[in-house]
């Protein structure tokens, strides 16, 4: 199982001590570490700040938000980092919610599986450099309308890899689907091990659709997954209930909140609904109270050594080649990595 460290995205400060976490990742034998962004911080500039300390972990967005910058641009980014790095970036894609797309980015939220596949193709193109980057339309057409004076135009910087991965953020069967079919691996959230059967089917028809470009042996799964060391692990889950109940209750709109979808799926229902009426009323401890035990414990991994290890090996053993964890001290970064790293 590799680990991968999960920075995030930025609350109303920059973070203090990130460049010591992303030394005592590396130290500790971390595969990556990975950056977020949602109507703030950006996901590209702290891999690349941060990173320059480092020279062996990957450096991933997750994600990187599709209507934030056209494919072109992204494009750029990728390219650019991969340079500077020596050829340790992974590029993370998600459309994000239709909140964010049509209230921050001002863009319309439809078709974001049409927008995906079609902005992967022209990110692969101009990676590739094998001629004018092109695409038809309907979403980013290149040359674009307008002036007519529009021209098809290479990258001027030769890219490092015309490989570089490309992962998608994914949550619902179709979009885990195409993830299978056109990206190098899977940016799981919530991830449930007991649901691995329903994930390998979402997978596996990606998999065998016509010029699907991997397969189960060379797709990567990475899972966002909290993992708690603890001999208290009531107290734990219960510090974990109001994370769920925000992203359940607040991080979407009340008809799509694709996290919420989430744990429906996983028979969460009646505590979904329950917990969405709260939070937007504005009872958000109530809503974390809530939260069952075994909401938080399906999709996080919270306990004594000899549990974690064993529950690694369980969500191992269901398909997830990295988890992306959670540190806020060097000295529980370097932990994680000793226990799970033997």
């Not at 990742?25 to 702290?46: H, K, L």
């Not at 990567?220 to 109001?242: F, G, H, M």
């Not at 690694?312 to 540190?327: E, F, H, I, N, Y």
Request: charged fraction near 20%.
């Amino acid at each position: 199982m590799k680990l991968g460290l999960q920075l995030g995205y930025w609350g109303a400060q920059p973070p203090e001590g990130t460049g010591e976490l992303v030394d005592a990742a590396e130290a500790a034998g971390f595969d990556a570490i990975f950056a977020a962004e949602s109507w703030g911080s950006d996901a590209f500039t702290p891999l690349a700040w941060w990173g320059s300390r480092t020279s062996k972990v990957r450096l991933g967005t997750s994600v990187a938000q599709l209507s934030a910058r056209t494919p072109t641009s992204c494009a750029m980014h990728a390219l650019t980092l991969d340079h500077l790095s020596g050829g340790r970036a992974v590029l993370g894609l998600g459309v994000s919610g239709p909140q964010v797309v049509e209230g921050w980015y001002g863009t319309p939220f439809a078709k974001p599986l049409a927008r995906t596949r079609e902005y992967v193709d022209i990110v692969r193109q101009v990676l590739a450099r094998e001629g004018p980057v092109t695409s038809p339309g309907p979403h980013y057409p290149l040359p674009a309308g307008g002036t007519g004076l529009g021209k098809a135009l290479k990258p001027i910087t030769h890219p490092l890899r015309a490989d570089l991965p490309i992962w998608l953020g994914a949550e619902g069967p179709k979009n885990v689907a195409l993830a299978a079919e056109i990206a190098d691996g899977w940016l799981a959230i919530y991830y449930s091990p007991r649901l691995a059967p329903m994930y390998d089917e979402w997978l596996d028809e990606g998999f065998a659709r016509a010029g699907a470009r991997r397969s189960r042996e060379d797709f990567e799964i990475a899972a966002t997954c909290q993992v708690v060391v603890t001999d208290n692990r009531a107290a734990s889950i219960a510090q974990l209930k109001p994370t769920i109940a925000l992203y359940v209750g607040g991080m979407g709109a009340p008809s799509e909140n694709f996290h919420a979808q989430v744990y429906r799926r996983m028979g969460y229902g009646p505590e979904v609904e329950e917990i969405g009426r709260l939070f937007r009323a504005g009872r958000k401890d109530d809503a974390a109270a809530v939260v069952p035990d075994e909401m938080v414990a399906e999709t996080m991994i919270i306990g004594d050594e000899d549990h974690v290890r064993s529950e690694v090996k369980r969500w191992s053993d269901a398909g997830v080649t990295m988890l992306l964890v959670t540190a806020h001290t060097p000295s529980r970064v370097a932990e994680l990595g000793a226990l799970l790293n033997r």
